[in-house]
């Protein structure tokens, strides 16, 4: 099994930054996928940002430009680098991760959620 930790939520001031950070960890044997999901109040959950193995990253079009997905492989750890946050960033955010574990059994893994809140 693969566990997935969020960190670096709160609260900031519309156009403050915050960094989240996701490490995963458990019987790891290759992960091929990370990412970064969000459900506001009210909305369903939707992707953020996206970083499959040997390929580019890939952002919605609602935080292009101000949102920066890193996959730091050797730590099995990715980071969502927010700046010019706006209200309607408000959301819990998932990291998400596709990965084989050590019995090569291919999975899909959430993580519990960190609250971003921008309010002033």
């Known amino acids: 099994q693969v566990q997935l930790v969020e960190s670096g939520g709160g609260l900031v001031q519309p156009g403050g930054s915050l960094r989240l950070s996701c490490a995963a960890s458990?019987?790891?044997?290759?992960?091929?996928?990370m990412g970064w999901f969000r459900q506001g109040p009210g909305n369903q959950r939707e992707l953020v940002a996206n970083?499959?193995?040997?390929?580019?990253?890939m952002y919605a079009e609602s935080v292009k430009g101000r949102f920066t997905i890193s996959w730091d492989n050797a730590k099995n750890t990715v980071h969502l680098q927010m700046n010019n946050l706006e209200p309607e960033d408000t959301a819990v955010y998932y990291c998400?991760?596709?990965?084989?574990?050590?019995?090569?059994?291919?999975?899909?893994?959430w993580g519990q959620g960190t609250q971003v809140t921008v309010s002033s």
């Open positions: 998400n991760a596709g990965a084989f574990t050590s019995d090569q059994k291919l999975g899909n893994y």
């Open positions: 458990g019987s790891i044997f290759r992960i091929y996928n």
């Open positions: 970083w499959l193995s040997s390929d580019s990253p």
